[in-house]
């Protein structure tokens, strides 16, 4: 069974950075895939970024393209969330997923364990 505890969220202005981490415990983590996703209240939750078991392939949203980082550190079973050039429509409670499989995957379903989110509120 894998834990997953993200961190590192708060209270930022529009165009701030802030980044985002998510420790791995209780598993092998340089085996899983890793994702984040958000939700901002009243929506549903949305993929955002995902890296791969080893780091080598990443993808994004296209609303988080450019402005978004997702790296991971195996050593230390810890995936991180750079955020910059934030925007109000960032705002949401941020989660960490983690796929078994290893693999690339964009949707809920295909990811086992989740974090109990961390908020980012954006103020403009």
């Known amino acids: 069974q894998v834990q997953l505890v993200e961190s590192g969220g708060g209270l930022v202005q529009a165009g701030d950075s802030l980044r985002v981490s998510c420790a791995a415990s209780?598993?092998?983590?340089?085996?899983?895939?890793m994702g984040w996703f958000r939700q901002a209240p009243g929506k549903e939750r949305e993929f955002v970024a995902v890296?791969?078991?080893?780091?080598?392939?990443?993808y994004y949203a296209d609303s988080v393209k450019g402005r978004f980082t997702i790296s991971r550190d195996n050593a230390k079973n810890t995936v991180f969330l750079q955020m910059n050039s934030l925007k109000p429509d960032d705002a949401a409670v941020y989660y960490c997923?983690?796929?078994?499989?290893?693999?690339?995957?964009?949707?809920?379903?295909?990811?086992?364990?989740w974090g109990q989110g961390t908020q980012v509120t954006v103020s403009s």
């Open positions: 997923a983690a796929d078994r499989w290893g693999t690339t995957a964009t949707a809920e379903w295909q990811y086992e364990y």
């Open positions: 890296i791969s078991y080893r780091g080598g392939t990443t």
């Open positions: 209780g598993g092998t983590f340089s085996n899983y895939g």
